[in-house]
Nanobody, 127 residues
């Protein structure tokens, strides 16, 4: 059982930056890989970034070079630093977690494989 709470969303102008945070309960950083997804109105939920237990990271093509995922295990928190934001980045951003199944290098990029989800935080980028 994992609980995830996102924060840091808001309204920002194109070209600006935001940092999202996801606070996890329990022993998430010891046992779980973590990911960020986003969903815009009328569109499917899209993979943004993920980090394995070991610290390996992966990014969706639409955000490579602009977004960075990181984590602070002492605070049980994962972050998404978003730079050079575009109106197309407007969406609800969700934090997700899934068991590593004993593999500290495991990375997952598909929605259906994640078992735990936060409630989401709205990011709106104005033009």
């Amino acid at each position: 059982q994992v609980q995830l709470v996102e924060s840091g969303g808001g309204l920002v102008q194109a070209g600006g930056s935001l940092r999202l945070s996801c606070a996890a309960s329990g022993r998430t950083f010891r046992d779980y890989l973590l990911g960020w997804f986003r969903q815009a109105p009328g569109r499917e939920r899209e993979f943004v970034a993920a980090v394995s237990v070991s610290g390996r990271s992966s990014y969706g093509d639409s955000v490579k070079g602009r977004f960075t995922i990181s984590k602070n295990s002492a605070k049980n928190t994962v972050y998404l630093q978003m730079n050079s934001l575009k109106p197309e980045d407007t969406a609800v951003y969700y934090c997700a977690a899934d068991s590593s199944h004993g593999d500290p290098w495991r990375i997952v990029t598909t929605v259906h494989e994640y078992d735990y989800w936060g409630q989401g935080t709205q990011v709106t980028v104005s033009s």
